[in-house]
């Protein structure tokens, strides 16, 4: 059991967990999962950590497609910062309580700011990291932004 699925059964929310074994191959662990569980990798999202305004301790969180990346301009408005950068790995993991590559945007140590790409909304469910690499979580969009706390905005490209 994972903090995240913890989230998911304290509020009874609909979902099923999917495992699959990663090879650790992948330059992307998220394009991993969409090609082991068979998923349109557009479907399945990133948990990614930004620092903002170059400040190590405050940190965010942007959620995108896996076949997209996240872009800094976009997320830095959408969290109301004038500069963000990637969060060093140490720093994302000290915070969320997650692993690279298991980060999931529920069941943070800290809850950080989350900011969920808009593509989210496209989809019936969707997929993420349930905590732990090889495991991910398929929900309903409205409740991941319920349970997440996040914002909606245009953050991929």
């Known amino acids: 059991m994972t903090p995240a699925i913890n ?11 999917h495992r699959y074994s990663p090879q650790g191959s992948s ?13 349109d990798a557009s479907r399945v999202f990133k948990t990614l950590v930004v620092e903002l305004n170059d400040d190590p301790k405050k940190l965010a969180v942007g959620v995108v497609p896996v076949n997209h990346q996240l872009d800094l ?3 830095a408005k959408a969290a109301g910062a004038k500069k963000v950068q990637m969060a060093n ?4 993991e ?7 590559g298991g980060i999931s ?6 809850q950080l700011p ?4 808009s593509s989210i909304q496209n989809f019936s469910t969707v997929f993420f990291s349930a905590g732990k690499r090889g495991l991910q979580i398929e929900l309903q969009p409205d409740m991941l932004i319920k349970l997440s706390k996040g914002k909606i905005a245009d953050i991929a490209r």
């Open 7 to 17: 989230v998911l059964k304290k509020h009874k929310a609909d979902h099923k967990i």
């Open 27 to 39: 330059e992307s662990y998220g394009e991993e999962a969409a090609k082991a569980l068979n998923i």
């Open 73 to 75: 301009k976009l997320i």
């Open 89 to 92: 790995p140490v720093n994302a």
């Open 94 to 100: 000290k915070a969320t309580g997650y692993v690279v």
């Open 105 to 110: 945007p529920l069941g943070q140590k800290k």
């Open 114 to 117: 989350i900011v969920l790409d």
